[in-house]
């Protein structure tokens, strides 16, 4: 069994971790992962690949602005259904650059909500001195084989709200997100988060500083931790761990289960997926 992840329109400077856990996933767990990037997507073409987990790499500070077609195109694929994850890293909602009179302002903030984050927030981002370390007391599969506190060799920077510089204030709450998202994980002052958001649909996680970012190297830490995101995701919500069992348990018999209408969503949405994969299922017989 594989996890299939997206990565949309990423920084460049994500490129190397993206092909290095599509090659080497076996070095970090046991899930295989089929990682394709794409500058160049449609809902259309989302839904024939029907990826597990989307990724939006820092792509506002790739730069990259999302186009209306591509926008609705993420939000209609990732509302429709079940078991649709999505991870953002950094700069993924906004960012600008260039002289104040010539200045470019690439803003995806539309997405903000998927990631529990109001759209509205006013966004910048921030240097970080020294490493960028965070601290959870979680004893979750997202710190497998990871030393803690997470100390990241990606991108000394944070996507921080404007006003504040940080996303937890004085009193230990969120600042700009929406009611129900939860905090994995942050930095001793707040500036760095890692955020969770769920619904019966879809769950979503937001790394603000990027940890793909040049960081193939050294403990390979950031790659174990990016593996584990996308683990924690499939892995995290109900029907998707359903979907994933019963695909394995589906594989280990000569003939396809029939007849799933009046099922669970879970196994409506399997029976969805088998028909549109039958041609690429093998289902082997018990000897």
Partial sequence: MTIKVVVLHPHTGGNKMWEHLKTNWKLYGDMGLVITVFRNFSYEMLEIIQPDVIILGDCAGAPYQFTEQEFESIEMYMNEGINKHIIGTYATFYHQEGPFNRLHIYDNRRLCTLFGIEQRLILTTRRIDGEITYISSD??????????????????????PLHELKWVDETGNLIGCMQGTKILAQSENGDCVILERKTERMSSLFISHMPEYESVKKDFVDCQFLYNCILYLVQHNYHSSL?????????????????????????????????RNKKNITYQSNP
Avoid: M, R
């Fill in 243 to 275: 979907t994933l069992i019963c695909l394995n348990e589906i594989n280990k018999h000569s003939v396809p289960i029939k007849g799933l209408n009046g099922l669970p969503p879970p196994l409506i949405e399997l029976k969805k997926k088998l028909e």
């Fill in 139 to 160: 004893k979750t599969i997202l710190w497998k084989n990871i030393p803690l506190p997470y100390k990241s060799n990606g991108y000394t920077s944070s996507q921080v």
